[in-house]
């Protein structure tokens, strides 16, 4: 049975493991929160993962370098001595109350297609290429996108309710479905909701459903049923968003895990994720 790791991220430097039975793979939790969890195959590795990270997020600053849509565009983050850090590794996870930090990629509205370069020093946000050419979605998408910092889809662990499918080897997602149209490198506070298994060319590519704690609405929605109440349409157009996008390029639409259910019975559990510090902004 997988187990389920976290880590406390109190402190400036933390390594600390926490093991419990992870719940059922299809629990709804009860209100006001839905928890979520990760969890790991202990059999791939037994060391402690050292995170070094930052106690209060809200102090870390994003800087750009270069301009947006050119291949030298960065965005960077700043602790407030002004010393880089990265919004992959230095960023706690978990907030406590059942909410999370999220970082934003990419706003709502925008087709630029952003994400944290995992295999640059301090991991910061870019434009993602293709055979050198800047890359974006070929419509807007709809909501703020980003990842769960400390956060990573192990590809070397198949879930077994997911079709068997791998990790895609990068952090995990979160669609944001609150109101405001965020800044890149924005820092949220989010309240998870539900989940979407994905599986993109037969990778498994959780997308979490959240909403920042400071939405007019967050106090109105605790589950994707809450979601479907608040929120009307919204799941279903996620869904087919993240199917369809690819379509315009020749690409067959992406499927969905765990029997393409209904969001409203799609979960936050049995995450196929562990918590790590790669070192790469060492």
Not at 34 to 41: A, D, E, I, K, Y
Not at 54 to 79: A, C, H, M, W
Not at 221 to 230: P, R, S, Y
Not at 250 to 264: E, I, S
Request: charged fraction near 25%.
């Amino acid at each position: 049975m997988a187990t389920t790791r976290v880590m406390a991220a109190a402190t400036n430097t933390t390594s600390s493991l926490i093991f419990k039975r992870p719940p059922s793979p299809f629990h709804i939790a009860k209100k006001p929160s839905l928890s979520l969890s990760f969890t790991f195959n202990p059999t791939l590795s037994k060391r402690l993962f050292t995170c070094r990270s930052i106690y209060r997020p809200e102090n870390v600053l994003s800087k750009e370098e270069g301009q947006p849509e050119t291949l030298d565009y960065r965005v960077f983050f700043l602790d407030n001595s002004g010393k880089k850090v990265s919004p992959w590794h230095d960023i706690p996870l978990r907030l406590g109350d059942g909410a999370f930090n999220f970082v934003v990629e990419i706003p709502k509205e925008s087709s630029a297609k952003m994400e944290v370069a995992t295999d640059e020093h301090f991991t910061p946000i870019k434009q993602d290429t293709k055979k050198g050419k800047l890359r974006y979605y070929p419509y807007n998408i709809n909501w703020n996108y980003g990842l769960l910092p400390q956060t990573w889809e192990d590809p070397s662990l198949a879930n077994s309710e997911v079709e068997g499918a791998f990790g895609d080897n990068d952090p995990v997602d979160v669609v944001e479905i609150g109101d405001k149209q965020r800044k890149i490198g924005e820092i949220l506070k989010v309240k998870p909701l539900g989940a979407l298994a994905m599986i993109d060319e037969g990778e498994l590519d959780w997308k979490i459903i959240a909403i920042s704690l400071d939405d007019p609405k967050a106090s109105l929605v605790n589950d994707v049923e809450d979601v479907e109440k608040h929120f009307p349409g919204t799941l279903t157009a996620i869904r087919d968003w993240f199917r369809d996008y690819k379509i315009p390029d020749g690409k067959p639409a992406n499927k969905f895990g765990l029997g393409n259910k209904q969001q409203t019975r799609i979960m936050l559990s049995r995450l196929s994720l562990r918590l790590m510090n790669l070192g790469l902004n060492s």
